[in-house]
């Protein structure tokens, strides 16, 4: 699998695409830490906006969701990417496809809740640690952000 192989697309709340990326984030992040993604109220997903990078064969590689929050900022959660395919380039295609889609909508200021041992990851995509640790799911997040320049228009 080659990053720059994969599609990047927006994903439509409750289809099919959808219920893949409930099922890669509660395999990547809710189960490893004893908890179950069903448990929570998904319903609140409706109104934000889901993301994907999937194969040639239309299987879900990564999966981020992107939070409006006012005029030009958005909040990112729920980034997961499948077991094995980690270090190979598609969390930071899925990102930097994400910001660029985000900016080219007016978003220049983006925040995320960070694991402490996903923290290095954003950083070198040009995030910045903001305020102290905090606890989520039960494990250490830092929260992080980033300003980018709005796009220019053609």
Not at 31 to 37: Q, Y
Not at 93 to 108: H, I, K, M, N, Q
Request: aromatic share 6%; with cysteine.
């Amino acid at each position: 699998m080659q990053a720059d192989t994969l599609d990047f697309r927006s994903i439509a709340f409750d289809s099919v695409d959808y219920k893949q990326t409930c099922e890669l984030r509660n395999e990547v992040l809710r189960l490893p830490l004893g908890l179950n993604l069903y448990s929570e109220d998904l319903q609140q997903e409706k109104e934000q906006l889901h993301f994907g990078l999937f194969d040639h064969d239309s299987e879900l590689i990564a999966c981020v969701i992107a939070v409006p929050q006012g005029a030009g900022q958005a909040k990112l959660r729920q980034m997961a990417v499948k077991a094995g395919n980690e270090g190979r380039g598609a969390g930071r295609r899925l990102l930097l496809s994400l910001e660029e889609l985000l900016g080219a909508r007016g978003v220049t200021q983006l925040s995320l809740h960070a694991r402490i041992s996903a923290a290095g990851f954003y950083e070198k995509l040009g995030y910045a640690r903001s305020g102290e640790l905090f606890v989520e799911v039960g494990i250490p997040h830092i929260r992080m952000e980033k300003q980018q320049q709005p796009l220019k228009k053609p």
